[in-house]
């Protein structure tokens, strides 16, 4: 038996396009200025992304050689980590 | 009182632009850490890191940082691969970076990662920028990635595969109020060339006789996929007691492998914002790739073209709960994580522990 590949590429990218499209304008038309002034809350440590660098970025590699997918959370790869 | 208001919103206007990265570029700050992981297939990692990161001109960073995998294994992988035995090796991954800030609102990076180990070596140089736009409420983040990796066979000189990737990031951060970012990325990759593990064969079954016979590992040689997240990032109560960081990634790739990936950590400052505890969450649902099987036949004597003994690439379900505190420049965690691995006979279930701690220290 030959097994072959689905190659569906353009088919999968076009499911959630629409979402991608709706979450872009939820963002340009449904935000408000904040001034320099009122950003206290939003300097706090615990609001930064990654919050923790040191323990995320591991995190992210030890997911990255035990699962499938990769990319959009910060991982940088980089060797096999001995899977 | 006015005088005070000045100084906060200053602070204020420092220390939080939209992406909320550290803009303190003054500081040198120097952060070292240790990580043990250990699961119960027989596989430990012991992590040390250290990480430097020095202003060497008014609107320049240079970051330098080395990070090694102490591995020892008799895993499932190790035991039943081509020359069975617990494993001992290291993986050494040396990293460098600048960061310039060309402007108030447009910050440029690069970063470069060498990672070896005795039989894989990895390259990964990066480019990118951000730009704060809308008054500084929003941030458009643009990244290019290339990568290139070597596989070698322990022992074996004459064995040599690669890999060659691309990635490009995009990431959308925009304030949505006093209290809430939201991030929104993109991010789509190529990767060309040898994607199998030289140490694992795969168990053909002969359609004709009850013959089993082991074959190395074959599969597609690119690879495209895609990914979008979307982040939300809160503070509740009055003056932001309780913190929320949640994310939500979709994966797909021409594999067919999906995926969906749900994250939430919960940060409680106290002590006067001196210390913070977080509980971290994670689940995970992966679809299998289309060539993935348990176990493959042989029924015309060709065997099957692409096969993979991959785990990886079976269906995957994962579960990780976890706790972090910090306290002033010392930071601990605590998690575990179960790994579920559908139609993967030799190891359905995967339990690991993982205990980190470091510390941060600017000057």
Redesign the interface.
């Known amino acids: 038996?030959?097994?072959?590949?689905?190659?569906?590429?353009i088919h999968?990218?076009k499911k959630?396009l629409p979402?991608?499209l709706m979450?872009?304008l939820l963002?340009t038309f449904?935000?408000?200025?904040?001034k320099?002034?009122?950003?206290?809350?939003?300097?706090?440590?615990?609001?930064?992304?990654p919050?923790?660098?040191?323990?995320d970025r591991?995190?992210q590699h030890?997911?990255l050689?035990?699962?499938?997918?990769?990319?959009?959370?910060g991982d940088?790869?980089?060797?096999?980590?001995?899977? | 009182m006015r005088l005070q208001l000045t100084i906060i919103a200053a602070m204020a206007w420092l220390a939080a632009p939209a992406q909320g990265q550290d803009a303190n570029s003054n500081e040198r700050n120097v952060e070292g850490g240790l990580r043990v992981y250990s699961d119960d297939d027989h596989v430990t990692v012991v992590t040390p890191s250290i990480g430097v990161s020095v202003p060497v001109a008014e609107a320049v960073v240079i970051d330098v940082g080395a990070v090694v995998d102490i591995i020892s294994a008799a895993s499932v992988d190790v035991i039943t691969s081509a020359s069975p035995g617990a494993v001992e090796e290291r993986r050494i991954e040396l990293g460098t970076g600048v960061t310039w800030n060309l402007s108030r609102t447009l910050t440029l990076a690069s970063n470069g990662l060498f990672s070896h180990e005795n039989d894989y070596d990895a390259f990964r140089l990066s480019a990118g920028g951000s730009l704060d736009v809308a008054q500084r409420n929003a941030t458009i983040d643009l990244r290019y990635a290339f990568e290139y990796d070597i596989v070698g066979i322990r022992d074996d000189n004459s064995f040599s595969e690669s890999r060659l990737g691309h990635e490009l990031t995009g990431t959308f951060t925009q304030i949505l109020d006093r209290k809430t970012y939201a991030d929104f990325v993109v991010h789509g990759m190529i990767l060309d060339g040898y994607h199998a593990n030289p140490y694992r064969t795969v168990p053909v079954i002969s359609a004709d006789t009850p013959e089993v016979y082991g074959v190395s590992e074959s599969t597609p040689e690119v690879r495209k996929s895609f990914a979008l997240l979307l982040r939300v990032r809160r503070a509740f109560g009055a003056s932001g007691h309780v913190f929320v960081n949640s994310y939500y990634r979709f994966y797909a790739d021409d594999w067919d492998v999906k995926s969906h990936t749900l994250a939430a950590r919960v940060i409680v400052p106290f002590a006067n914002d001196r210390a913070m505890l977080g509980v971290h969450m994670r689940g995970y649902l992966q679809t299998a790739a289309d060539f993935y099987q348990s176990e493959y036949i042989d029924d015309g004597g060709m065997g099957p073209v692409f096969r993979t003994r991959d785990r990886t690439l079976s269906g995957v379900r994962s579960l990780y709960g976890g706790l972090a505190g910090q306290v002033s420049w010392a930071l601990a965690s605590l998690g575990v994580a179960r790994f579920y691995y559908q139609n993967f006979p030799a190891q359905r279930q995967r339990t690991a522990l993982i205990l980190s701690l470091g510390s941060k220290v600017s000057f």
Do not use: K
Request: with cysteine.
């Open positions: 038996m030959i097994f072959t590949p689905r190659i569906d590429f999968v990218v959630p979402i991608v979450i872009i963002f449904g935000c408000v200025q904040v320099a002034y009122q950003r206290e809350v939003l300097a706090h440590p615990a609001m930064q992304e919050t923790w660098p040191l323990l591991r995190d030890l997911f050689v035990r699962e499938a997918s990769r990319g959009a959370t940088t790869g980089g060797g096999c980590g001995c899977n």
